[in-house]
């Protein structure tokens, strides 16, 4: 059974940051992209951050780039989100996805139809 688990969400006042882990288990990820996506109260999933499968390649969404940073580590089978300079409007749950269609391909999907596994999502709170 394929399981991610995603830790390290909590409260964390403006301008703080936290550090987000996901750990997957029941296979290896290690030949494909990884993502975090965040899911505010009222509001749709929406793409933060990919990782392709070597880390050579990542992507980010507008609102974080520059303040947030995505890594992974293949031995662990473990993808990161740092997050640093954080504001209120970053409060959501955060979820990691794992891909699983196109093994050594060097891409960080963006698209949530490309992510087949997801985490159950820990929350993330920036207080004003």
């Known amino acids: 059974q394929v399981q991610l688990v995603e830790s390290g969400g909590g409260l964390v006042q403006a301008g703080g940051s936290l550090r987000l882990s996901c750990a997957a288990s029941?296979?290896?990820?290690?030949?494909?992209?990884l993502g975090w996506f965040r899911q505010a109260p009222g509001k749709e999933r929406e793409f933060v951050a990919a990782i392709s499968w070597s880390g050579g390649r990542t992507y980010y969404a507008d609102s974080v780039k520059g303040r947030f940073t995505i890594s992974r580590d293949n031995v662990k089978n473990t993808v990161y989100l740092q997050m640093n300079s954080l504001k209120p409007e970053d409060t959501a749950v955060y979820y990691c996805a794992a891909n699983d269609k196109r093994p050594y391909f060097n891409y960080a999907p963006s698209d949530s139809g490309e992510y087949a596994y997801w985490g159950q999502g820990t929350q993330v709170t920036v207080s004003s």
């Open positions: 029941g296979r290896t990820f290690s030949r494909y992209p």
